[in-house]
């Protein structure tokens, strides 16, 4: 367990945050706080937000009901620490250059089956797409980041997408191709023991989605 110092400097950053005006941080507060969970980003920032809700938002995240549940188990914790304990890195999430946040959204929602975690910006120029455990951050670039075709002619990849089954992999590919996908590489079996496809998304962003073959 980090620090009860540390936990407090993370509630001030979040109040901090949201004080700011930083929309990434509505999905966290909605996420952690269920009194927020029926509001939409723009509605979390109008709402009302103080230093406990923040504190309340590190001590769910720690898995604590309230700020003084995580403040009466911090010292036990703390004695009980005989040794380092490794950091567990629990989630990645790739971020693609596109030239148009919207468009972006609506390929990933009506091709590839993610939904819209939020998006930030008048007019945006951030956002991020999920679809299960899967996350893709969103940012609006517009120069050209890449020289000419080389992201497809080295095969350069954006982000690598897995699924546990070989059936998941192949039915995934099927959907795809059903809704008009323009793949890259279609299904293959690869030396190694995997099977993969990779799709181009129209800013030229090269996507694997890998799993086992057998």
């Known amino acids: 367990m980090p620090n009860?110092?540390?936990?407090?400097?993370?509630?001030?950053?979040?109040?901090?945050?949201?004080?700011?005006?930083y929309h990434p941080v509505a999905a966290e507060i909605r996420a952690a706080l269920p009194r927020f969970q029926h509001l939409?980003?723009?509605?979390?920032m109008q709402a009302a937000f103080k230093l406990a809700d923040a504190q309340e938002l590190v001590a769910?995240?720690?898995?604590?009901?309230?700020?003084?549940?995580?403040?009466?188990?911090a010292p036990v914790m703390n004695d009980q620490k005989t040794?380092?304990?490794?950091p567990s890195l629990t989630a990645t999430a790739a971020q693609l250059f596109v030239?148009?946040?919207?468009?972006?959204?609506?390929?990933?929602?009506?091709?590839l089956g993610f939904s819209v975690d939020f998006v930030y910006g008048e007019p945006p120029f951030y956002g991020q797409v999920v679809r299960d455990r899967a996350q893709l951050a969103l940012r609006l670039v517009c120069e050209p980041v890449f020289a000419g075709d080389i992201r497809q002619r080295?095969?350069?990849?954006?982000?690598?997408?897995?699924?546990?089954?070989a059936s998941e992999i192949k039915q995934l590919f099927l959907d795809f191709q059903a809704a008009g996908v323009v793949f890259h590489q279609t299904l293959r079996k690869e030396p190694w023991g995997a099977r993969n496809f990779i799709v181009l998304d129209p800013d030229g962003n090269l996507i694997l989605f890998a799993g086992p073959a057998d």
């Open 4 to 21: 009860l110092e540390n936990l407090k400097k993370q509630a001030k950053q979040y109040l901090r945050w949201y004080r700011e005006g």
């Open 83 to 86: 040794r380092t304990t490794r």
């Open 40 to 44: 939409d980003d723009s509605e979390v």
């Open 99 to 111: 030239a148009d946040i919207t468009a972006s959204c609506d390929f990933f929602t009506g091709k």
């Open 60 to 73: 769910r995240q720690q898995g604590f009901e309230s700020w003084q549940a995580l403040k009466s188990e």
């Open 154 to 165: 080295e095969h350069l990849l954006s982000a690598s997408i897995t699924v546990d089954t």
